[in-house]
């Protein structure tokens, strides 16, 4: 058994695929130290600097005076807390739903949702560049499982047309995290309706980000989706997940869900610091436009710098190579350069789409950025 390991990590070796963990010093979520050098992160989800906000910090420190480090059970035995509650009405409030649920990440709530309401005689029918838990979930489920091409709505209406399953679920995410372009809900919910499906949403990378609000990629909709799901480890710089929907669907979860139900809760202090994470973009709406700007400045200076890139619609800006020895190679240009952006490849995006995914904060300054168009205009020279 070890030599196949053994063979199998060659392998990865080999095409290029090999992953390794890389432990940052004195990282502030910007800025930090690898091998000894000083470097500057545009690869975190952290997109309106939460995590090190004064307020949210100081919220974090008295919930942890009061509750302590861990919640000590799960939700449904002693691990409910007033911190849980809080933060779900209102999540539940700011998603235009009747009821929120937390889950300890939002991976373990993309399987709960799939695994309680999907099981054998149903159909699941998603976009292929769906994230992984949504995936995962879906398989778990047992569920006849469809794949429609990425943004092809004419392909996914042909499945859902063709499908005799019990309950048919439509899934996607509304920004999606390798290309960070965003799903057409209003088509979506236009076939939600049409033929009469579950319709699930992961908003995780629209939160704070996109909306009127900053409620997320699903404001204009959520009357209309049936389930919204989130993190509370993107732009809310913490850790967790989310469910918000009606009722009857947060009760069913309660129930019949096996990732909230025998799992210890979220730690209070997440709740907590989650809280006002969510107050602050209420109330400061300064950073979100702070944010906005960072992702135009960039978008613009990478375009005159000869880069292809989309239209900016998130805070997500892939750079795209291809070959994954090529991205590794350009991982190591740009790091050299004290710009730090790991190389995306295989499985987590399809072979031979290999990128470099800039991520971008608002706690990016105008030194940062000019570190980041710097660096690509050294490696676009290389490459000439």
């Known amino acids: 058994m070890k030599q196949a390991n053994r063979d199998e990590l060659s392998d990865l070796k080999k095409n290029n695929l090999y992953r390794q963990i890389r432990v940052l010093k004195n990282s502030d ?4 130290e690898w091998r000894g050098e000083k470097i500057t992160l545009f690869c975190g989800n952290d997109y309106l600097g939460l995590s090190r906000h004064p307020r949210v910090i100081r919220a974090a420190e008295q919930a942890l005076k009061k509750y302590g480090v861990g919640a000590g059970a799960a939700r449904l035995v002693s691990g409910s807390t007033t911190a849980h509650e809080a933060l779900e009405k209102k999540i539940a409030r700011l998603k235009n739903k009747e009821r929120a649920l937390v889950f300890g990440s939002g991976y373990l709530a993309n399987l709960g949702i799939l695994t309680a309401f999907a099981r054998e005689g149903d159909t699941i029918i998603m976009d292929k560049l769906c994230h992984a838990s949504l ?35 439509l899934l996607t995410e509304s920004v999606f995290s390798m290309d960070g372009d965003l799903a057409d809900l209003k088509e979506l919910v236009r076939l939600k309706k049409k033929y009469k499906a579950l319709l699930v949403v992961d908003d995780a990378h629209g939160m704070g980000v996109i909306g009127k609000h900053g409620h997320g990629a699903t404001e204009k909709f959520s009357k209309e989706i049936d389930i919204i799901m989130g993190t509370l480890s993107k ?10 929907a009606d009722d009857p669907y947060v009760d069913y979860l309660v129930n019949f869900s096996r990732p909230f139900i025998f799992t210890t809760a979220l730690p209070p202090v997440l709740s907590a610091s989650a809280l006002e994470s969510l107050s602050v973009i209420e109330k400061e709406t300064a950073l979100r436009k702070k944010l906005w700007d960072n992702i135009r400045s960039i978008h613009v200076g990478l375009s005159e710098a000869g880069f292809v890139l989309g239209k900016p ?9 291809g070959n994954e020895k090529r991205a590794l190679e350009a991982f190591q240009s740009i790091l050299k350069e004290g710009v730090f ?23 990016h300054t105008e030194a940062d950025i000019r570190a980041l168009l710097k660096a690509f205009k050294s490696y676009g020279k290389k490459e000439a």
Request: proline share 5%; hydrophobic share 45%; net charge positive.
């Open 29 to 32: 979520g910007i800025h930090a």
């Open 313 to 321: 619609e998130s805070a997500i800006l892939p750079v795209m190579i």
């Open 235 to 244: 732009s809310i710089g913490g850790l967790g997940g989310f469910v918000a």
């Open 341 to 363: 952006i790991p190389a995306i490849r295989h499985p987590t995006v399809a072979k031979g789409k290999a990128r470099l995914r800039i991520t971008v904060s608002a706690s």
């Open 135 to 169: 995936v995962d979930g879906a398989r778990l489920s047992q569920a006849e499982l469809r794949v429609f091409p990425h943004k092809k709505y004419e392909k996914c209406e042909a499945i859902l047309h063709k499908s005799v399953g019990r309950r048919k679920i």
